[in-house]
């Protein structure tokens, strides 16, 4: 198992709710309460690009392109990060990663269909 799992992806309808999570499966708490957590996703054809991001206190970054239809946070005592995603629409489909630093996630597949 890597540092990083990511669970919750599927098949949504455009205008589809989905939360996808991710657990740090290595760090003990008081590290993985240091790190900047990071959700970038990635289309089939193109790069992978930054999502949204939390602090350890936090404060959260989002990418424009999801701004207002996203969410991220996290659970610092379980060790995990999530992202609700609201209003999806076909251009949000992609492999979604879970990042800190050098680390990533194996990924988790979310396909909005029109």
């Known amino acids: 198992q890597g540092p990083l799992v990511e669970s919750g992806g599927g098949l949504v309808q455009a205008g589809g709710s989905l939360r996808i999570s991710c657990k740090a499966t290595r760090d003990i708490t008081s590290t993985f309460n240091s790190y900047v957590m990071n959700w970038y996703r990635q289309a089939p054809g193109k790069q992978r690009e930054f999502v949204a991001s939390v602090t350890p206190t936090h404060t959260t970054n989002y990418a424009d392109s999801v701004k207002g239809r996203f969410t991220i946070s996290r659970d610092n005592s379980r060790k995990m990060i999530y992202l609700q995603m609201n209003g999806l629409k076909p251009e949000d489909t992609g492999v979604y990663y879970c990042?800190?630093?050098?680390?990533w996630g194996q990924g988790t597949q979310v396909t909005v269909s029109s």
């Open positions: 990042n800190r630093n050098s680390a």
